[in-house]
């Protein structure tokens, strides 16, 4: 008899927590701002530390919930916004709820590593001193993680500052028994060649590789792909330039008369660049670039 109170009590027990986290998922869901509400409406109505009081101990399913409401309220923020989004400037999209979103989420779940990377990835974008706040956060709770100190250090070069950069990634190579050799090389080489090309390309790549959520890598994909871009267009440029040595002065009208000096030109890496069959060169994502007046080159946007 006795057993079976028990039983009967454990049972009871499971059903009311279920029923409380269902309910408590429900209210959240009523009282969430809406993903395109004027920045002024757009508030949490709850503490991380409030929700973790009301949680019964589900942290972890609350903090899911507010991780999949921030890749929401980024998606629709992008789906919504009426021009060109540029990766390296997100303040016209008027984000200012991604980091509280990101903050509840890693407070319900210290341990929440992919909000923490996503953040890094994002927030630079949109607010450095937010994403350098979310990142020391998750480096607070997680002290042996170096994967944390890499974004920490890609965030103070992303502003440029290659000596703060350097020293975290320095102490994040100390951090931990699995930490790559290359974390100590990347604090050598951001002191010594922080603002350039190469940098950029070996900070994304690393970034990429140790990266195991989709959603980060497309974004670093995306970066990758920027600095690709970047070096095809300075090889054009530098066609241009050839082609009006050779006649003139004069800018090309057509991709055609460029062809030459096009394929003449190499990337950084030794490669050619890329033509389709009409001689036209193509960006990372093979669509054509765009030619104008005066020997620009542009994206096909």
């Known amino acids: 008899m006795n057993e079976t109170r028990k039983i ?3 049972a009871s027990l499971i059903v009311v927590s279920f029923v409380a986290v269902i309910a408590l998922s429900r209210w959240m869901d009523a009282r969430r701002p809406p993903p395109d509400i004027k920045a002024e409406e757009e508030r949490l109505y709850l503490t991380g530390n409030t929700l973790k009081r009301m949680s019964l101990g589900f942290n972890g399913l609350v903090a899911d919930w507010y991780w999949m409401r921030s890749l929401q309220y980024v998606g629709n923020k992008i789906i919504n916004h009426p021009g060109e989004v ?3 400037d997100l303040g016209p999209l008027d984000m200012r709820l991604l980091y509280p979103l990101l903050d509840t989420a890693t407070t319900l779940d210290p341990q929440f590593l992919v909000a923490y990377k996503y953040g890094a990835v994002v927030l630079p974008a949109i607010n450095e001193e937010e994403a350098i706040k979310l990142i020391r956060k998750g480096m607070a709770a ?4 170096w994967r944390l100190y890499q974004h920490l250090g890609y ?3 992303k502003r ?5 950069a350097s020293e975290v990634y320095a102490e994040g190579a100390q951090k931990g028994t699995d930490v790559p050799v290359w974390m100590k090389q990347m604090s050598a080489r ?6 350039s090309p190469a940098m950029a390309r070996e900070i994304y790549r690393r970034l990429y590789e140790e990266t ?3 959603k980060v890598k497309d974004l670093l994909l995306r ?3 920027q600095v690709d871009s970047f070096e095809e267009r300075d090889a054009i440029r530098a066609a241009f330039r050839n082609f009006q040595a050779r006649m003139g002065g004069r800018c090309p009208n057509t991709w055609r008369e460029l062809s030459n000096e096009l394929r003449a030109e190499r990337l950084p890496n030794g490669r050619p660049l890329r033509l389709d069959a009409n001689g036209v060169p193509l960006d990372p994502a093979d669509t054509p670039y765009v030619l104008k007046n005066n020997c620009v080159v542009d994206l096909d946007t």
């Open 142 to 145: 997680n002290p042996d993680d």
């Open 160 to 164: 440029g500052d290659y000596k703060q």
């Open 155 to 157: 965030i103070y070069w």
């Open 212 to 214: 195991e959520d989709p």
């Open 190 to 195: 951001m002191a010594a060649e922080g603002g």
């Open 223 to 225: 970066r990758l792909m």
């Open 86 to 88: 540029q990766v390296d």
């Open 8 to 10: 009967l009590a454990l």
